[in-house]
């Protein structure tokens, strides 16, 4: 059984700190792009960041503005997503997702349930 589960979510003032983990199962880790989606309240769901799976390329939404990395340890099978500077506007459901071809904005084979991040003003 495929799981992607999302762990530190929580609630942080804005201009904090959160690192965000996925750990995956079920499937070859080592072969799939890992990424993170967020979805607020009334809005589209939207990509934040992804990592290949072959050269560890990273890439990351306009709005990330060089507030975010992402990045994967293999041995462990966990992609971690470090969030500084963080605004209202970042408050959201985060979700990991994997694909086996390529780092993309439209679609993953996989998703994990989410986590909260609710950012304070």
């Known amino acids: 059984e495929v799981q992607l589960v999302e762990s530190g979510g929580g609630l942080v003032q804005a201009g904090g700190s959160l690192r965000l983990s996925c750990v995956a199962s079920g499937f070859t880790f080592d072969d799939y792009a890992i990424g993170w989606f967020r979805q607020a309240p009334g809005k589209e769901r939207e990509g934040v960041s992804c990592?290949?799976?072959?050269?560890?390329?990273?890439y990351y939404g306009d709005f990330v503005k060089g507030r975010f990395t992402i990045s994967r340890d293999n041995a462990k099978n966990t992609v971690y997503l470090q969030m500084n500077s963080l605004k209202p506007e970042d408050t959201a459901v985060y979700y990991c997702v994997a694909d086996q071809i390529k780092c993309n904005w439209y679609h993953y084979d996989y998703w994990g349930q989410g986590t909260q991040v609710t950012v304070s003003s």
């Open positions: 990592i290949s799976r072959s050269d560890g390329s990273t």
